[in-house]
Antibody
Framework: QVQLQESGPRLVKPSQTLSLTCTVS??????????WSWIRQPAGKGLEWIGR???????DYNPSLKSRVTISVDTSKNQFSLKLSSVTAADTAVYYC???????????????WGQGTLVTVSS | DIQMTQSPSSLSASVGDRVTITCRAS??????LNWYQQKPGKAPQLLIY???SLHSGVPSRFSGSGSGTDFTLTISCLQPEDFATYYC????????FGQGTRLEIK
């Protein structure tokens, strides 16, 4: 059973960089045709896709966040990470990591999720 | 960007009711459409993938249909544990979610 767990600072100051790590257990992050993704959800609002990384290191980002986002992977630690720069209060949200699974003939979907971690941007 | 619009935004229903939630894409996405259920304080859970395929372990009272731009999620006989928020998600180009439909007890 694949499990994902987010970790990182829960409080970030405005203009600084938010950094989170997702640790994957129950399977190798380097095996299979998966994208490893970040999604966030402000309190009381909907889900916003942030971006994803393939096991090869290829990344895709939400155009609305692309200038501030970097996602990386460390296969030796079975982890992938998110960095979001120049944060403001609008970046306060629950951040989820998730596995994006699919195949050539099957549309990709998010099948495993972390429990989510609330990150607050405040001075 | 492909915009996903769900309707209604909220819905009140009773245990045993049949409910339908609609998701519309701003352009054709074939069947690259998935549905999720989210309960308060929890991560979303996959219900339906590829518009109409039931994810493993999901009760058969959940069903999905549609292709192109118009999709529906139907719950045939509401159970108490079904009161939650539902999201559609497209994976045709990058990915994105609808704004959600909150299903409340009448």
């Amino acid at each position: 059973q694949v499990q994902l767990q987010e970790s990182g600072p829960r409080l970030v100051k405005p203009s600084q960089t938010l950094s989170l790590t997702c640790t994957v257990s129950g399977g190798s992050i380097a095996s299979g045709s998966y994208y490893w993704s970040w999604i966030r959800q402000p309190a009381g609002k909907g889900l916003e896709w942030i971006g994803r990384i393939y096991t090869s290191g290829t990344t895709d980002y939400n155009p609305s966040l692309k200038s501030r986002v970097t996602i990386s992977v460390d296969t030796s630690k079975n982890q992938f990470s998110l960095k979001l720069s120049s944060v403001t209060a609008a970046d306060t949200a629950v951040y989820y990591c998730s596995r994006f699974s699919g195949a050539v003939t099957v549309p990709f979907y998010f099948d495993y999720w972390g429990q989510g971690t609330l990150v607050t941007v405040s001075s | 960007d492909i915009q996903m619009t769900q309707s209604p935004s909220s819905l009140s229903a009773s245990v045993g009711d049949r409910v339908t939630i609609t998701c519309r894409a701003s352009q054709s996405i074939s069947t690259y459409l998935n549905w999720y259920q989210q309960k308060p304080g929890k991560a979303p859970q996959l219900l339906i993938y590829a518009a109409s395929s039931l994810h493993s372990g999901v009760p058969s009272r959940f069903s999905g249909s549609g292709s192109g731009t118009d999709f529906t999620l139907t719950i045939s006989c509401l159970q108490p544990e079904d009161f939650a928020t539902y999201y559609c998600q497209q994976s045709y180009t990058d990915t994105g979610f609808g704004q959600g439909t909150r299903l409340e007890i009448k």
